[in-house]
């Protein structure tokens, strides 16, 4: 049983535009959520940590959280090449250990 | 403040041999963590701690492991190196459970790139 799921990828834009990475999740009792970045050859940096159902927004990332349809999004605005890496969805299910997707590798184009 | 350190970077192990691979947190964390990530397959647990003395399997915990004697050390074990566990392997820490609205995601050690021929 695969609990958290993302598309590999690589999902590629253009430098500026919008990129959207999702995952979902088949456990209900998930309560909270994180978002990942993890450059080649490093260790995945927390970027995003979202509970509520919603929108939340940090600079140019925005997460989103929709509980009933069990999916967790995380928007990138005006893309840098910067931006390129894979990044990993993450969840809380009803203990503390967290569980991470597999990644979506994203590549922004100059 | 250093956070996670993780020693060594990187590592070639001959079949059957042992070492271990050291982590170290300053954040006075209480959980402690050791993953392992292949290419594809995103990150595994091997084994975590939730305070000084208690450690507990993970999903991967064939091969491994681990001891918790100070909140700040947690070093992974590996007793008879084999193919299968060529990896890089992540060490993280977090504050205990405070509840769904505590921002308690995982902080990263720079991790192991380990090789077994």
């Known amino acids: 049983q695969k609990e958290v799921e993302q598309n590999s990828g690589p999902l590629s834009v253009p430098e500026g535009a919008i990129a959207s990475l999702n995952c979902t999740y088949s456990d209900r009792g998930s309560q909270s959520f994180f978002w990942y970045r993890q450059y080649s050859g490093k260790s995945p940096e927390l970027i995003m940590f979202i509970y509520s159902n919603g929108d939340k927004e940090d600079g140019r990332f925005t997460a989103q959280l929709n509980k009933a349809s069990q999916y967790v999004s995380l928007l990138i605005r005006d893309s840098q090449p910067s931006d390129s890496a894979t990044y990993l969805c993450a969840l809380r299910p009803s203990n503390y250990k967290l569980t991470f997707g597999k990644g979506t590798l994203l590549t922004v184009n100059p | 403040n250093a956070g996670v350190t993780q020693t060594p970077k990187f590592r070639i192990l001959k079949i059957g041999q042992s070492m271990t691979l050291q982590c170290t947190q300053d954040?006075?964390?209480?959980?402690m963590y050791w993953y392992r990530q292949d290419p594809g397959m995103g990150l595994k647990l091997i084994y975590y701690?939730?305070?000084?003395?208690?450690?507990d399997k993970g999903e991967v915990p064939n091969g491994y492991n681990v001891s918790r004697s100070t909140t700040e050390d947690f070093p992974l074990r590996l007793e008879l190196a084999a193919p299968s566990q060529t990896s890089v392997y992540f060490c993280?820490?977090?504050?205990?459970?405070?509840?769904?609205?505590?921002?308690?995601?995982?902080?990263f050690g720079s991790g192991t790139r380990l090789t077994v021929v």
């Open positions: 954040m006075n964390h209480n959980y």
């Open positions: 701690s939730v305070g000084a003395g208690i450690t």
């Open positions: 993280a820490s977090s504050f205990r459970d405070r509840g769904r609205s505590a921002n308690y995601g995982y902080t």
